[in-house]
Protein backbone atom coordinates (compact mmCIF):
# COMPACT_ATOMS: atom_id res chain seq x y z
CA UNK A 1 0.00 0.00 0.00
CA UNK A 2 0.76 3.86 0.01
CA UNK A 3 2.91 5.45 2.46
CA UNK A 4 1.35 7.90 3.16
CA UNK A 5 3.11 11.32 4.59
CA UNK A 6 0.57 13.95 6.31
CA UNK A 7 2.57 17.58 6.38
CA UNK A 8 1.82 20.70 7.86
CA UNK A 9 2.03 22.65 4.67
CA UNK A 10 2.94 22.61 1.24
CA UNK A 11 6.04 23.87 2.02
CA UNK A 12 6.83 21.32 4.10
CA UNK A 13 5.60 18.53 1.92
CA UNK A 14 8.15 19.99 -1.33
CA UNK A 15 10.52 20.47 1.06
CA UNK A 16 10.15 16.67 2.04
CA UNK A 17 10.27 15.40 -1.02
CA UNK A 18 12.80 17.80 -2.95
CA UNK A 19 15.41 16.26 -0.48
CA UNK A 20 14.64 12.74 -1.43
CA UNK A 21 15.22 13.82 -5.25
CA UNK A 22 18.25 15.86 -3.90
CA UNK A 23 19.45 12.99 -2.69
CA UNK A 24 18.76 10.84 -5.20
CA UNK A 25 20.58 13.01 -7.93
CA UNK A 26 23.58 12.90 -5.92
CA UNK A 27 24.09 9.53 -5.97
CA UNK A 28 22.94 9.14 -9.46
CA UNK A 29 23.49 11.62 -11.25
CA UNK A 30 21.74 10.29 -14.73
CA UNK A 31 18.42 10.36 -12.52
CA UNK A 32 15.44 10.67 -14.37
CA UNK A 33 12.45 12.78 -12.55
CA UNK A 34 9.03 12.62 -13.80
CA UNK A 35 7.41 16.12 -13.87
CA UNK A 36 3.93 16.96 -13.59
CA UNK A 37 2.18 20.83 -13.98
CA UNK A 38 -0.55 22.36 -12.68
CA UNK A 39 -0.35 24.07 -9.06
CA UNK A 40 0.50 20.87 -6.78
CA UNK A 41 4.36 20.49 -7.31
CA UNK A 42 4.87 23.76 -7.55
CA UNK A 43 6.01 23.65 -3.99
CA UNK A 44 8.64 20.82 -4.90
CA UNK A 45 10.23 22.73 -7.86
CA UNK A 46 10.32 25.85 -5.07
CA UNK A 47 12.24 23.37 -3.11
CA UNK A 48 14.56 21.78 -5.90
CA UNK A 49 15.61 25.21 -6.44
CA UNK A 50 17.02 26.25 -3.13
CA UNK A 51 18.45 22.63 -3.46
CA UNK A 52 20.30 23.89 -6.67
CA UNK A 53 21.29 27.32 -5.88
CA UNK A 54 22.62 25.21 -2.45
CA UNK A 55 24.77 23.29 -4.75
CA UNK A 56 23.25 20.32 -5.64
CA UNK A 57 24.02 19.47 -9.36
CA UNK A 58 20.56 18.56 -11.68
CA UNK A 59 22.78 19.12 -14.73
CA UNK A 60 23.01 15.74 -15.87
CA UNK A 61 18.99 14.78 -14.91
CA UNK A 62 16.75 13.62 -17.50
CA UNK A 63 12.71 14.54 -17.10
CA UNK A 64 9.78 13.48 -18.76
CA UNK A 65 6.46 15.34 -18.61
CA UNK A 66 3.07 13.92 -18.11
CA UNK A 67 1.13 15.68 -20.49
CA UNK A 68 0.34 18.36 -22.72
CA UNK A 69 -2.25 20.05 -23.78
CA UNK A 70 -2.96 19.97 -27.95
CA UNK A 71 -3.39 22.67 -29.99
CA UNK A 72 -1.81 25.60 -28.42
CA UNK A 73 1.53 27.30 -29.38
CA UNK A 74 4.14 25.65 -27.72
CA UNK A 75 5.56 28.94 -26.79
CA UNK A 76 1.71 29.84 -25.05
CA UNK A 77 2.88 30.45 -21.70
CA UNK A 78 0.55 28.06 -20.70
CA UNK A 79 1.78 24.82 -22.70
CA UNK A 80 3.62 22.70 -20.91
CA UNK A 81 6.86 23.03 -22.72
CA UNK A 82 6.37 26.79 -21.74
CA UNK A 83 5.63 25.87 -18.13
CA UNK A 84 7.87 23.11 -17.70
CA UNK A 85 10.91 25.29 -18.84
CA UNK A 86 10.41 27.91 -16.96
CA UNK A 87 9.63 25.76 -13.44
CA UNK A 88 12.24 23.04 -13.84
CA UNK A 89 14.47 23.19 -16.94
CA UNK A 90 15.97 26.84 -16.82
CA UNK A 91 16.37 26.90 -12.59
CA UNK A 92 17.33 23.89 -12.40
CA UNK A 93 19.71 23.97 -15.27
CA UNK A 94 19.14 20.82 -16.72
CA UNK A 95 19.98 20.07 -20.47
CA UNK A 96 16.56 20.99 -22.65
CA UNK A 97 17.15 18.21 -24.69
CA UNK A 98 17.00 16.06 -21.57
CA UNK A 99 13.25 17.24 -21.01
CA UNK A 100 10.63 15.60 -22.62
CA UNK A 101 7.05 17.05 -23.28
CA UNK A 102 4.97 15.55 -25.57
CA UNK A 103 4.13 16.76 -28.75
CA UNK A 104 0.77 18.39 -28.57
CA UNK A 105 1.36 20.26 -31.98
CA UNK A 106 -1.62 19.39 -34.59
CA UNK A 107 0.57 18.40 -37.27
CA UNK A 108 2.04 15.49 -35.42
CA UNK A 109 -1.01 14.14 -33.33
CA UNK A 110 -1.69 11.13 -34.97
CA UNK A 111 1.70 9.97 -33.60
CA UNK A 112 2.18 12.13 -30.69
CA UNK A 113 1.52 8.80 -28.14
CA UNK A 114 3.56 6.70 -29.85
CA UNK A 115 6.54 8.85 -30.34
CA UNK A 116 6.77 9.57 -26.84
CA UNK A 117 6.10 6.07 -25.47
CA UNK A 118 8.73 4.76 -27.67
CA UNK A 119 11.25 7.72 -25.78
CA UNK A 120 10.23 6.66 -22.85
CA UNK A 121 11.52 2.97 -23.13
CA UNK A 122 14.12 4.02 -25.15
CA UNK A 123 15.39 6.01 -22.40
CA UNK A 124 15.12 3.53 -19.53
CA UNK A 125 11.95 4.90 -18.09
CA UNK A 126 11.59 6.99 -14.93
CA UNK A 127 13.26 6.82 -11.62
CA UNK A 128 10.87 8.80 -9.80
CA UNK A 129 6.98 10.06 -11.06
CA UNK A 130 5.75 13.42 -9.75
CA UNK A 131 1.71 13.35 -9.68
CA UNK A 132 -1.43 16.11 -8.72
CA UNK A 133 -4.99 14.36 -8.60
CA UNK A 134 -7.51 16.28 -10.29
CA UNK A 135 -10.90 17.32 -8.61
CA UNK A 136 -12.19 14.79 -11.24
CA UNK A 137 -9.76 11.92 -9.84
CA UNK A 138 -7.62 12.12 -12.78
CA UNK A 139 -3.82 11.39 -12.56
CA UNK A 140 -2.07 13.16 -15.66
CA UNK A 141 -5.14 14.19 -17.90
CA UNK A 142 -6.71 10.59 -17.50
CA UNK A 143 -10.28 11.46 -17.00
CA UNK A 144 -12.72 9.00 -15.08
CA UNK A 145 -12.93 5.68 -17.51
CA UNK A 146 -9.44 5.87 -19.01
CA UNK A 147 -8.02 2.33 -18.48
CA UNK A 148 -5.84 1.15 -16.30
CA UNK A 149 -3.37 -0.28 -19.28
CA UNK A 150 -3.72 3.21 -21.21
CA UNK A 151 -0.84 4.27 -22.59
CA UNK A 152 -0.21 7.81 -24.01
CA UNK A 153 -2.40 9.08 -26.44
CA UNK A 154 -4.91 11.96 -27.25
CA UNK A 155 -7.79 12.25 -24.49
CA UNK A 156 -10.65 14.99 -24.12
CA UNK A 157 -11.09 17.08 -20.89
CA UNK A 158 -13.57 16.96 -18.89
CA UNK A 159 -15.32 20.11 -18.60
CA UNK A 160 -14.81 20.12 -14.57
CA UNK A 161 -10.83 19.85 -15.40
CA UNK A 162 -11.33 22.69 -18.02
CA UNK A 163 -13.32 25.23 -15.46
CA UNK A 164 -10.26 24.03 -12.64
CA UNK A 165 -7.82 25.30 -15.14
CA UNK A 166 -9.59 28.50 -16.51
CA UNK A 167 -7.45 30.15 -13.64
CA UNK A 168 -4.67 29.63 -15.99
CA UNK A 169 -6.09 31.38 -18.89
CA UNK A 170 -7.94 34.71 -19.96
CA UNK A 171 -11.06 32.52 -20.30
CA UNK A 172 -12.88 29.43 -20.14
CA UNK A 173 -13.12 29.17 -23.86
CA UNK A 174 -9.40 29.22 -24.05
CA UNK A 175 -8.37 26.64 -22.26
CA UNK A 176 -7.94 23.46 -25.07
CA UNK A 177 -10.40 20.64 -24.89
CA UNK A 178 -7.56 18.15 -25.98
CA UNK A 179 -4.56 16.98 -24.43
CA UNK A 180 -1.47 14.23 -25.19
CA UNK A 181 -1.36 12.45 -21.85
CA UNK A 182 1.06 9.41 -20.21
CA UNK A 183 -1.51 6.63 -19.96
CA UNK A 184 -2.20 4.77 -16.75
CA UNK A 185 -0.43 2.16 -17.48
CA UNK A 186 2.59 4.60 -18.82
CA UNK A 187 2.56 6.31 -15.15
CA UNK A 188 2.42 3.01 -13.66
CA UNK A 189 6.00 1.81 -15.27
CA UNK A 190 7.85 4.67 -13.16
CA UNK A 191 9.92 2.77 -10.39
CA UNK A 192 8.53 4.86 -7.76
CA UNK A 193 5.52 7.38 -7.41
CA UNK A 194 4.54 10.32 -5.48
CA UNK A 195 1.51 11.73 -5.19
CA UNK A 196 0.97 15.08 -3.56
CA UNK A 197 -2.63 16.88 -2.88
CA UNK A 198 -3.13 20.10 -0.70
CA UNK A 199 -6.40 21.63 0.41
CA UNK A 200 -9.43 20.66 0.95
CA UNK A 201 -10.76 20.56 -2.82
CA UNK A 202 -8.39 17.09 -3.01
CA UNK A 203 -9.78 14.89 -0.16
CA UNK A 204 -12.50 13.64 -1.78
CA UNK A 205 -10.51 12.26 -4.68
CA UNK A 206 -7.75 11.47 -2.20
CA UNK A 207 -9.29 9.77 -0.18
CA UNK A 208 -10.88 7.27 -3.29
CA UNK A 209 -7.40 6.77 -4.90
CA UNK A 210 -5.95 5.90 -1.82
CA UNK A 211 -8.49 3.53 0.00
CA UNK A 212 -11.58 3.32 -2.56
CA UNK A 213 -11.79 0.62 -4.57
CA UNK A 214 -10.03 0.23 -7.69
CA UNK A 215 -11.75 1.48 -10.33
CA UNK A 216 -10.94 3.43 -14.10
CA UNK A 217 -14.06 5.44 -12.96
CA UNK A 218 -11.64 6.74 -10.02
CA UNK A 219 -8.22 6.55 -12.08
CA UNK A 220 -6.34 8.13 -9.00
CA UNK A 221 -7.26 4.09 -7.29
CA UNK A 222 -4.22 3.02 -10.08
CA UNK A 223 -1.82 3.59 -7.40
CA UNK A 224 -2.83 1.04 -6.03
CA UNK A 225 -1.43 -1.57 -8.13
CA UNK A 226 2.25 0.24 -7.91
CA UNK A 227 4.21 -1.80 -5.59
CA UNK A 228 5.99 1.94 -4.58
CA UNK A 229 3.82 4.62 -4.26
CA UNK A 230 4.41 8.01 -1.56
CA UNK A 231 1.16 10.43 -0.55
CA UNK A 232 2.43 13.44 0.14
CA UNK A 233 -0.64 15.41 1.53
CA UNK A 234 -1.41 18.15 3.77
CA UNK A 235 -4.60 17.98 7.18
CA UNK A 236 -6.98 19.34 4.29
CA UNK A 237 -6.00 16.65 1.89
CA UNK A 238 -6.05 13.82 4.74
CA UNK A 239 -9.28 15.22 6.51
CA UNK A 240 -11.15 11.88 4.15
CA UNK A 241 -8.86 8.80 5.06
CA UNK A 242 -10.30 6.74 7.53
CA UNK A 243 -6.92 5.27 8.11
CA UNK A 244 -5.37 8.39 9.33
CA UNK A 245 -4.62 7.05 12.25
CA UNK A 246 -2.55 4.03 11.33
CA UNK A 247 -0.47 6.53 8.83
CA UNK A 248 0.17 8.84 11.87
CA UNK A 249 1.02 6.13 13.70
CA UNK A 250 3.41 4.49 11.00
CA UNK A 251 5.17 8.06 10.37
CA UNK A 252 6.18 8.90 13.90
CA UNK A 253 7.73 5.53 14.04
CA UNK A 254 9.14 5.67 10.64
CA UNK A 255 12.87 4.40 11.50
CA UNK A 256 15.77 6.70 10.46
CA UNK A 257 16.51 3.97 7.13
CA UNK A 258 13.27 4.37 6.34
CA UNK A 259 13.32 6.32 2.81
CA UNK A 260 10.41 8.25 1.42
P1 LIG B 1 -3.55 21.17 -9.64
O1 LIG B 1 -3.97 20.05 -10.67
O2 LIG B 1 -2.23 20.77 -9.11
O3 LIG B 1 -3.45 22.44 -10.42
O4 LIG B 1 -4.60 21.21 -8.59
C1 LIG B 1 -3.68 18.72 -10.37
C2 LIG B 1 -4.09 17.88 -11.54
O5 LIG B 1 -4.97 18.31 -12.29
O6 LIG B 1 -3.56 16.79 -11.71
Same mark, same amino acid.
Given at each position: ?122 ? /? ?5 ? #?????? &?? *????? !? $? %? ?51 ? /? ?5 ? #?????? &?? *????? !? $? %? ?39
Amino acid at each position: MAEVRIVSSPAEGGALVADHIAARVTANPDFTLGVATGSTPLPVYAALRERAAAGTDFSRMSAFALDEYVGIPVDHPESYHSVIDREVTQPLGLVPTRVHVPDGSIDGIQTAGERYERSMVDH /GGVDLQL #LGIGTT &GH *LGFNE !P $G %SSFASLTRVKTLTEQTRLDNTRFFSSLDEVPIHCVTQGLGTILRARHLVLLAF /GAGKADA #LAAAVE &GP *LTASM !P $G %SAIQLHAHVTVVVDEAAASKLKHDAYYRWAQSNSPDWQQL
